[in-house]
């Protein structure tokens, strides 16, 4: 693998759910900027993998879910510690101390679906533009059960038809439809695998395509701020949709994509290009 195909695998961050299909209250969460390739090693198909999944008796582990776009590495550690360790961390930990008064929200899967939507509603990483993927057809009716009721309005549903508005992306085509009563464990496995790929490389071919976009322009862009129209020497933003020359001084474009009901110095999660208005995602932006 080149140099240039690793730096766009380094760009990616996820945190996955794995359950086992052997044993159903049996879970593990970790962090990988290849989900494939470490699905792999959990399973024992090549080396490597986590001591507590290389159980026998535990394995095939399925990925339920995986939730990216994190802006950084560390911020993604910092939230798989986070969803690991829900009795203790400082974002659930309150809450997980009234579930531990009832067994039914206290195990396996449901605690950790439970833990994962207090996370993406805590203040700390709510202004992250996280996306929440669904392999798995069980695990998606336990979200939907459970995401419905007090959650913020960016994660509800749109009409269950699969789609989950910002927080959730649960698409028809990512969607395990194997019947898990009812299919041997190998089929359930190799599907699940097949999923997640499709998944992951439509997502390391759309920053290929936008590194290279922004590459090209480096040779090709006029060295002006379409703000304030002087020569850019320092930090700049550029736009980064095909066709669309927009680049200026970081501190011009800055005061105008901060949030306008708050006093936050962080900027909008999205904002429209001020030459082809097309959306900018800012997170996107900084992996680029």
Partial sequence: MSSKENDHIE???????????????????????DPVRRLRQHNGVISGGAYRTKKVANRPWEMCLFVHGFPTKSMALKFEHAWQHCYQSRFTKIKHQ????????NRGLLLKINTLKLLLNNEHFAHFDLEVVVFDTQGLNKIQNIWCQEVKSKFKFDDFNFVYKKGLNVQENYLAKVDHLNS?????????????????????????????????????????????????????????HENCHFKSHFSCIYPK?????NDSLVPKTTFKCFNCNNEINWFTLQKL
């Fill in 11 to 33: 760009s990616f961050y996820c945190v996955y759910l794995l359950n086992s299909l052997q044993k159903k209250n049996s879970t593990y969460i970790g962090s990988s900027n």
């Fill in 98 to 105: 009234e579930w531990a008064m009832k067994k039914s929200n």
């Fill in 184 to 240: 041997d464990l190998s089929k359930i496995t190799e599907e699940n695998l097949a999923l997640v790929k499709n998944f992951y490389d439509t997502k390391i071919a759309e920053l290929k395509f936008l590194r290279e976009s922004m590459a090209k322009k480096q040779v090709d862009d006029i060295n002006e701020c379409f703000i304030c129209s002087k020569n850019i020497n320092n930090i700049s933003i550029k736009c980064y």
């Fill in 257 to 261: 994509i901060l949030p306008e009901e």
